[in-house]
């Protein structure tokens, strides 16, 4: 693992952002858990990527879908058929490869004479063999084919099956678009760099519904707006963004056009979110494999027909990820490592503390702590040097600390703390919640 993600991955546990899941049991493969400090920042990257699509567009409404579905929905989606990967395995060390990270082109490699990169061996690579990355589960007490079902492995069936029922309800017309945060489950084959890729995860989804034709304008539309949300919404640096065009063997079996947005992490530029222009493919299916008449009736022009679909979708786990790369810092100068959020995602926006244990200090601190726990995730600490508790939520990014100190019992102002610059200001008690929201936009 590179030395920047294992240093990450170390910071995540030790102040209780991300665990490896079950690891009493030694843990379990590719699956994470989320800690307080975890939860609080996952929770606030995907509250703005639900105020963003839902309440700034008043087009676009929102939906909470089964993960559980019909399975004649991946029939439909081309998920059973189409969504696998190429498997290989070594025989002498059984070191097992998605057959594509070998090798670019999987179907004239002659597989005989490819080296494991584990072992050293050539010759005892297995020719490729397709793997569904489904999860199947089965409903009912009486397993068996006709008891099959799957855990989604993207959210956006689930919306399409509802469009017209939602359509129907909230009178949407054409463009509209209903958005999705949900968990999905993938059988990935290789699983590697901490939160990248994982069995289940956490999409945030958005699918688009436009006239043929208008399809083109859209995506560039959602193309635009979905890369700025990472500088604009969660602060991430603009030169570690990119987009990647797939190239036609690239495309999912689903796509026409198919945008990456990618972030340079650590282990090199990798997507967290993909932008897509799925036609009429999905609606078209789900009318084939459903019976149902799924059109759309434009009273503007007085036709029927079945909306192309743009589609956003981005990985929320994988955004969370790209957020922790680029707010760690190392600061040499002051022996410190600060996690540099933007104070309107940190998982904890101001920690107050007593300067000592007595003097009626902590009290003070604890009105203060009152005043601002209804606006925001707040902490108190009164346990150690100063130094030592800002240190603590650096670590933690923290944007900003309060001291209560004799001072403050004489005219109620308090030292506000600036964790990046470690410049402090005297702030009035009734001045602190603005001074703390002139900072956080
Ligand atoms: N509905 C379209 C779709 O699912 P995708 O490119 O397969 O498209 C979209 O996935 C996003 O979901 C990716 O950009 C990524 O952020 C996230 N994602 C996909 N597989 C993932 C995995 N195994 N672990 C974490 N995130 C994943």
Request: hydrophobic content about 35%; charged content about 25%.
């Amino acid at each position: 693992m590179d030395k920047t993600i294992e240093k990450i991955v170390s910071l995540c546990k030790r102040r209780g952002f991300i665990f490896q899941s079950s690891e009493i049991y030694g843990g379990f493969g590719a699956v994470y858990d989320y800690g307080p400090l975890g939860i609080e920042l996952k929770n606030n990257i995907s509250q703005l990527w639900w105020q963003e699509m839902t309440h700034v567009h008043e087009n676009i409404v929102g939906l909470d879908s089964g993960i559980l579905m019909h399975p004649r929905t991946w029939e439909a989606s081309g998920h059973v058929s189409e969504f696998h990967d190429p498997l290989v395995d070594c025989k002498q060390c059984k070191a097992r490869y998605r057959a594509d990270e070998l090798t670019t082109n999987t179907e004239d490699t002659d597989w005989g004479q490819v080296i494991c990169p584990k072992c050293g061996t050539t010759g005892k690579m297995t020719s490729p063999r397709q793997f569904n990355l489904m999860f199947e589960t089965h409903v009912g007490p009486v397993e068996g084919s006709s008891s099959v079902a799957y855990l989604r492995p993207e959210t956006a069936q689930g919306i399409y099956v509802n469009y017209q029922l939602i359509q129907g309800a909230m009178r949407m017309k054409i463009p509209f678009g209903i958005a999705q945060i949900g968990k999905a489950f993938r059988n990935e084959i290789v699983a590697r760099n901490f939160i990248f890729r994982t069995r289940e995860f956490e999409q945030m989804e958005m699918q688009y519904f436009v006239r043929p034709g208008s399809d083109n304008n859209a995506m560039k539309e959602w193309k635009d707006k979905r890369f700025r949300f990472y500088p604009d919404s969660l602060g991430i640096d603009e030169d570690k963004l990119r987009f990647h065009e797939h190239g036609p063997d690239e495309l999912a079996h689903y796509a026409k056009e198919a945008w990456d947005i990618e972030y340079e992490f650590p282990f090199g530029w990798a997507e967290v979110e993909g932008v897509h222009n799925r036609t009429d493919f999905d609606l078209v299916r789900h009318e084939e494999f459903s019976g149902k008449n799924l059109k759309y009736f434009d009273q503007q022009i007085n036709e029927r027909f079945l909306p192309f679909i743009i589609e956003t979708s981005a990985g929320l786990n994988r955004t969370l990820l790209a957020v922790l790369v680029n707010a760690y810092w190392e600061d040499t100068e002051n022996d410190r490592t600060v996690m540099r959020f933007h104070p309107r995602i940190a998982p904890v926006k101001a920690v107050v503390c007593p300067l000592v244990k007595k003097d009626g200090l902590p009290e003070k601190a604890r009105n203060i702590v009152d005043l601002l726990k209804p606006r925001f995730k707040v902490l108190y600490d009164q346990q150690g040097s100063i130094g030592k508790r800002y240190y603590r939520q650096d670590e933690a990014g923290t944007p900003f600390g309060i001291t209560v100190d004799h001072q403050t019992i004489e005219d109620d102002t308090v030292t506000l703390r600036y964790r990046d610059t470690q410049h402090q200001d005297r702030v009035s008690i009734d001045k602190l919640l603005m001074a703390i929201d002139d900072n956080m936009t």
